[in-house]
């Protein structure tokens, strides 16, 4: 079933007018897992801050659908009520508010009428699968958290929060062994009929531990070829060089 | 105690007994401003401009902050001195006496030394000029400032005093009566001179003023460089500075303006720098204060246009028997502007170094942002330090930053140092040299010479 | 007198800025000294005498700033002080000569010189709280409650020799107008906690003067929560006479509405080993506007002190303005002292990503202001658990309605 259809995507950078989605297509059923790949400075980070509405970015034409949704005028938390989510490559920092309540009030929004007691003991939970140093949820957001601690508290926020569709920006980014095999082992299981799950990432590593159904490279703004698992390891070996030539023979 | 911290005091320190042909009666009066004006042929408008800028100063009261200028009588100054020597193309042609002060200062080599050409000034007046032919292919206008009155009046006449006008305050009116001497630099659109103009100036006679006017204007796209430096030898009665520069930097144009301020002891030096700039414009000042007695000095930089940008570098030295009142001024007045300022001070002997800055954004000035950085260094125990920030926001999407540092050399460095063969005293000669090097090497190599030697002077005798 | 800035140095002065007075003022007369005079026994009497005729040279300040010209004062009402009960707790009016005398010896300029005499000489109320050597308080003392819209106080706060107390100076009651001046005497290892929570009706007008003096070994640490509304110029000046002493404020400012904030905070050390540390954090929202003026003033002989000062605001609208003059001066060259100010606005990075887990935006605005407060509340709590209740809503309330 359709979950996320992104038609013919053309998005700018507000400040400078600079088109940096170039017509982006991508459809991403229920259950599925999808891998965007691309060199540096391509573009793909760009594209979950434009699914996520980022006001930085103006989208001048295409679509964006979540389970049938028209997101184009929603504004960021309306999208996050329609089930949009996304974890940031370099999670802010809000001093002053502590995780746990965070989440807490967080899920309130989403719809969550649990009590908190239930709610506390949920994120205890996910901590500890997650090996998140069960200090860090009473520590105030983010603020003074190593990069790998980082990338923990955006999954058990993740998999609290429960959203329909994920987009994960470059999780594995500084990252060592260890913390990629625990997050890997958090996305494995919060995969399921009822979510689909985007990967923005650069090196095919994190592939190995979390095998998606589809491959896309995305370069200089768009998708340029798209096939199954095997085009990872393709590009592992050959790197981005092939399609960035393509593109410019095009 | 501090012992005098000029090395190369005998590069400076003498007065070359010169005719002048013309030195005014001692004091400022409207016959005064009517003479200087009548003796410089000046076309009516200036004149006029000349006995406004007078009334004006007649009006206004002394400055409300700043340096005690109970001691200064103006009606000790002498304002005007016409040496015996009429405007000159070719170094050859000058009387020899006026050569040989000259050469004294070194500014043959200067022109040696592939500057541009150099526009001296020998005691209110231009006698020295030489335009390299290129300047002139370019269309660059780089002339004393009473030629460019008579030769470029439209030009003047635009920009003369409107970045600071007379009524700005008292030193800016009086300066307005009786500004004599400076230079005129005009540069067309999209032209970038390649080699830094440069003018040297310094005063002579005793008690006399030293008011040059120097106005830039840089036309869209173009970049200029522009070095300004002065020194001036001792004298018993007070010395007075009152110069003005102000800088026009037009759309997408770039101006760097250097000094070096090493005014004699015993000089008031009140100066007024300003400059205006338009979208897309850079303003850099890079200010070395040393010299004089007593100094007011904050260049300003009005952030007119969008997206112009300011910076901001100096160096401030408060030696034995100096109080230096210094800073500097950034208006943002339109959106997406930025500044940086980074000022040093090194205060020892006694001397008082205070900073005095403001920053003001208005609330036109939105999506802003500037970083202030003031650090300043005791070398010993009888100076003083002070920071004086005033910072204003008046929207709600600039960023602002200000940090300030005082205090003296690390112990900790001067134990390194030393643990590899360095004197105490060369460590702390070093680690100063390290603090003020950031700034100083954006100055020309002879100056960042004579900071540098002038520190280690310094230092030691402070140790001693 | 304890002046607020020294223009001295050497043989050098510098120009002192001019203090424009507003005229037409309607201002206290001789029968309204004679009325506040009557409660007064002989010592307090002779010192208030010699305050009128200052006062009486003086108008009141027209500020750049803050503008005073709209105010008026409130009208002079005859008050006896009940006698107090507590054995630590003294009215002000029934000072002894030697009293009177120490309360001489920290006299002050205050925001304006006009506005401490004022203080001084017209309380209608007023304590001299004197904690005897080695006692520990166990419970803070509060001072402040009132039921009168408008007060003028006048306290007195001596910490004997190595004792320990805290104290919490809130009116809890929106006030129209309000002047308190504030002296602490803090003795040899005393240790102070004090707490300032000002109320503010919205078109009030509030004025606090405090100056600390501390002694040898003593420990201060102040928080301020500035009020939500109206003009309030809230002067503090730490005094560092004795070494190893130390002093803290912690500000906390929100100006939101119309109001008015105008904060100066002065740690001046003139003894060795000492350290003066103010850290002010604010919001200015609506058309609210703050000063934050914080001063760093080492004097000859704080060899080995460390001075510093750090201010954070944040303006969240348009209407809103804030100015910061932080300020160093140091004559003592063994000193560390450094002073880090910050104005800005607000950063839609971290909006976007509270966005992004449902937050709308008036609610991460909230947040992130909740978030900049919060750090200075949980130590507050710490020092006074029972004194901050109530806070954090009332800052709440006053952002994004």
Not at chain 2, 22 to 35: A, I, N
Not at chain 2, 285 to 293: A, E, K, V
Request: a negative charge.
């Amino acid at each position: 079933m359709s979950l996320l259809r992104v038609e013919n995507l053309h998005a700018v950078l507000k400040e400078s007018m600079e088109e940096i989605l170039k017509g982006v297509n991508v459809k991403v059923n229920s259950g599925e897992i999808h891998a965007i790949m691309g060199p540096n400075g391509s573009g793909k980070s760009t594209f979950a801050h434009v699914l996520m509405g980022n006001p930085k970015f103006k989208v001048t034409s295409g679509s964006i659908t979540l389970d049938g949704v028209d997101l184009g005028d929603l504004s960021t938390d309306e999208r996050a009520k329609q089930g949009m989510f996304m974890t940031f490559q370099h999670p802010q920092e809000i001093p002053g508010i502590r995780l746990r309540s965070f989440l807490i009030a967080a899920s309130g929004e989403l719809g969550n009428m649990e009590s908190p007691i239930m709610k506390s003991r949920k994120i205890d939970r996910l901590s500890i699968d997650n090996s998140f140093d069960k200090d860090l949820v009473d520590r105030y957001l983010n603020v003074g958290f190593s990069g790998g601690e980082k990338k923990k508290s955006e999954i058990v926020q993740m998999q609290f929060l429960k959203p329909k569709l994920v987009v994960l920006d470059e999780i594995d980014s500084g990252l060592d062994v260890d913390a990629l095999k625990v997050i890997s082992k958090s996305i494995n299981s919060f995969r399921s009929e009822r979510n689909g799950i985007i990967l923005i990432t650069h090196y095919e590593r994190l592939l190995e531990y979390v095998v998606p159904d589809y491959v896309h490279v995305y370069v200089d703004g768009s998708v340029v070829a798209s096939g199954g698992p095997d085009l990872a390891r393709e590009i592992q070996q050959s790197g981005y060089e092939r399609y960035a030539v393509s593109l410019r023979e095009v | 105690m501090s012992r005098e911290a000029f090395v190369d005091s005998s590069r400076f320190e003498f007065t070359s007994r010169t005719d002048y042909s013309y030195v005014s009666e001692k004091g400022f009066t409207e016959s005064l401003v009517r003479e200087i004006s009548g003796r410089k042929d000046e076309p009516g408008w200036m004149l006029q401009l000349r006995l406004n800028s007078f009334r004006a100063f007649s009006r206004i009261h002394d400055p409300s902050f700043g340096v005690d200028t109970g001691l200064l009588d103006l009606g000790e100054i002498v304002a005007y001195l016409k040496p015996n020597a009429s405007r000159e193309r070719a170094w050859e042609d000058l009387p020899v006496e006026i050569r040989e002060t000259f050469e004294k200062l070194g500014i043959p080599e200067a022109e040696r030394n592939s500057l541009s050409g150099a526009g001296a000034q020998y005691d209110s007046e231009v006698v020295y000029q030489n335009i390299k032919r290129e300047l002139e292919e370019l269309g660059v206008v780089f002339l004393d400032m009473e030629s460019a009155v008579k030769e470029y009046p439209e030009l003047v006449k635009k920009y003369f005093m409107k970045a600071v006008p007379a009524t700005d305050h008292k030193y800016s009116a009086l300066h307005g009566a009786v500004w004599s001497g400076g230079s005129f630099v005009y540069v067309p659109k999209n032209i970038k001179v390649k080699q830094p103009l440069q003018a040297y100036f310094r005063m002579n006679a005793a008690s006399s003023g030293q008011f040059e006017h120097t106005l830039i204007v840089a036309d869209e796209g173009s970049e200029l460089q522009f070095i300004e430096g002065c020194s001036a030898p001792r004298f018993n009665e007070l010395n007075l500075h009152v110069g003005m520069v102000e800088i026009f930097v037009l759309k997408g144009a770039r101006v760097r303006y250097s000094t070096i301020q090493n005014w004699s002891k015993n000089t008031y030096n009140l100066n007024t720098k300003r400059a205006i700039v338009e979208e897309d414009g850079t303003m850099e000042w890079i200010s070395g204060s040393l010299g004089s007695m007593k100094t007011m000095l904050y260049p300003t930089t009005v952030l007119k246009g969008r997206r112009a940008r300011a910076e901001h570098l100096g160096i401030t030295y408060a030696g034995p028997g100096q109080h230096m009142d210094t800073g500097s001024k950034v208006i943002h007045l339109a959106p997406e502007t930025s500044s940086i300022v980074d000022a040093r001070s090194i205060s020892t002997g006694g001397g008082w170094a205070f900073y005095r800055g403001l920053l003001d954004i208005s609330e036109r000035a939105v999506n802003s942002k500037s970083a202030v950085q003031c650090t300043a260094m005791m070398i010993d125990n009888d100076s003083r330090s002070d920071t004086l920030p005033i910072i204003s926001v008046d929207n709600s999407s600039s960023n602002i930053g200000h940090e300030a540092r005082i205090g003296r050399i690390s112990e900790e460095q001067i134990f390194y140092l030393m643990s590899r063969g360095l004197s105490e005293s060369e460590a702390k000669a070093m680690i100063v040299r390290g603090f003020v090097e950031p700034v100083a090497k954006q100055f020309p190599v002879e100056y960042a010479v004579e900071l540098n030697r002038l520190i280690n002077l310094e230092i030691e005798g402070s140790i001693g | 007198m304890e002046k607020s800035i020294n223009l001295k140095h050497g043989d050098k002065t510098m120009v002192r800025p001019s203090r424009k007075e507003i005229l037409d003022f309607k201002d206290y007369g001789d029968r309204d000294f004679l009325m506040a005079c009557e409660k007064f026994g002989p010592p307090m009497s002779v010192y208030v005498s010699d305050r009128y005729s200052e006062y009486k040279r003086l108008g009141f300040p027209d500020w750049k700033r803050t503008n005073l010209r709209g105010m008026s004062i409130p009208p002079m009402v005859s008050r006896f002080p009940r006698k107090s009960t507590d054995p630590y707790l003294k009215s002000m009016n029934w000072l002894s000569s030697d009293e009177v005398e120490l309360l001489d010896s920290l006299d002050f300029e205050g925001s304006d010189r006009k506005l401490l005499l004022l203080g001084d000489i017209f309380f209608d109320s007023g304590v001299i709280l004197s904690i005897p050597d080695g006692s520990v308080m166990k419970k803070p003392f509060l001072v402040g409650r009132s039921d009168s819209v408008e007060q003028i106080s006048n306290n007195l706060f001596i910490a004997g020799e190595h004792s320990e107390i805290q104290i919490v100076i809130d009116s809890k009651a929106s006030r129209n107008w309000f002047l308190q001046n504030n002296r602490f005497l803090l003795k040899r290892g005393s240790k102070v906690d004090v707490l300032f929570v000002n109320h503010l009706g919205s078109e009030g007008y509030g004025f606090v003067n405090n100056f600390y003096r501390l002694e040898e070994g003593a420990v201060l640490k102040v928080f301020e929560v500035s009020p939500f509304s109206g003009t309030m110029v809230s002067y503090h000046l730490g005094l560092s006479a004795g070494k190893n002493s130390s002093m803290d404020f912690e500000p906390l400012f929100l100006a939101a509405g119309n109001t008015n904030l105008d904060l100066q905070f002065i740690t001046r050390i003139m003894a060795e080993n000492c350290n003066g540390q103010i850290n002010g954090t604010g919001v200015a929202i609506d058309n609210g506007s703050v000063i934050f003026r914080g001063n760093v003033d080492m004097r000859r002989g704080a060899k080995n002190s460390t001075g510093s000062e750090h201010s954070s605001v944040t303006i969240l609208s348009d209407g809103a303005r804030a100015d910061a003059i932080p300020c160093l001066l140091v004559d003592e060259n063994e000193v560390n002292a450094s002073h880090a100010a910050t104005i800005g606005s607000l950063d839609e990075e971290r909006i976007f990503y509270l966005m992004s887990r449902g937050m709308t935006r008036e609610r991460a605005l909230k947040m992130i202001v909740r978030g900049t407060f919060e750090p200075v509340i949980e130590r507050m709590e710490l020092l006074f658990p029972e004194n901050c209740g109530g806070l954090r809503n009332a800052l709440d309330r006053r952002v994004g309605r």
